[in-house]
T-cell receptor, first 118, second 111 residues
Framework: DADVTQTPRNRITKTGKRIMLECSQT?????MYWYRQDPGLGLRLIYY???????NKGEISDGYSVSRQAQAKFSLSLESAIPNQTALYFC?????????????????FGEGSRLTVL | GQQLNQSPQSMFIQEGEDVSMNCTSS?????WLWYKQDPGEGPVLLIA?????ELTSNGRLTAQFGITRKDSFLNISASIPSDVGIYFC???????????FGAGTRLFVKA
């Protein structure tokens, strides 16, 4: 079983609909992230959470919201989906590790959720 | 905001050939990372570099952290069909905890 599980894997919806993408992890990591992948743009950070009581906006948070329900669960919501939110969405986790003053906790990604907004 | 410039955007090569791709930043990074994304999967970490000048290998893959701390490259030797995918560079600036990604290099390998 995957350590970072995303549901649904694929979703087609209509403009204006509310959508929730869910992420759960069994890695025991405190930090969780939502990224969006678009062709030619790489991965861009939407929101991140360093623990259950900590939520932070990333570089493209407009139109999105998140909820950290537990250490292992982090969901992404689109309150009113629009076509330019059509993309591949990834959840990721990382642990808190440091070496010589450098953050060495690298990202582990889920398999992705492909969202199409018509 | 910070940006990473990754090149080339795509590469079409013959099996057995060596491959090189690179990434540059306008600002200094203290961490450079290389990820690979297989079709239908999430990115997976290939190599992590934490020290300027560091050269690290992982099988047929070799990556280097540039001495200026503003660039990194990834080499793949003797490519095979399963090397197909998207390769992302990524990095973090000094004191930063957010990982920033390049646009990716899409690699196609012809058997």
């Amino acid at each position: 079983d995957a350590d970072v599980t995303q549901t649904p894997r694929n979703r087609i919806t209509k403009t204006g609909k509310r959508i929730m993408l869910e992420c759960s992890q069994t890695k025991g990591h405190d930090r969780m992230y939502w990224y969006r992948q678009d062709p030619g743009l790489g991965l861009r950070l939407i929101y991140y959470s360093f623990d259950v009581k900590d939520i932070n906006k990333g570089e493209i948070s407009d139109g999105y919201s998140v909820s950290r329900q537990a250490q292992a669960k982090f969901s992404l919501s689109l309150e009113s989906a629009i076509p330019n939110q059509t993309a591949l969405y990834f959840c990721a986790t990382s642990e808190i590790t440091w070496s010589g003053g450098i953050n060495t906790g690298e990202l582990f990604f889920g398999e992705g959720s492909r969202l199409t907004v018509l | 905001g910070q940006q990473l410039n990754q090149s080339p955007q795509s590469m079409f090569i013959q099996e057995g050939e060596d491959v090189s791709m690179n990434c540059t930043s306008s600002s200094i990074f203290n961490t450079w990372l290389w990820y690979k994304q297989d079709p239908g999967e999430g990115p997976v970490l290939l190599i992590a570099l934490y020290k300027a000048g560091e050269l690290t290998s992982n099988g047929r893959l070799t990556a280097q952290f540039g001495i200026t701390r503003k660039d990194s490259f990834l080499n793949i030797s003797a490519s095979i069909p399963s090397d197909v995918g998207i390769y992302f560079c990524a990095g973090r600036s000094t004191g930063g905890f957010k990982t920033i990604f390049g646009a990716g290099t899409r690699l196609f390998v012809k058997a």
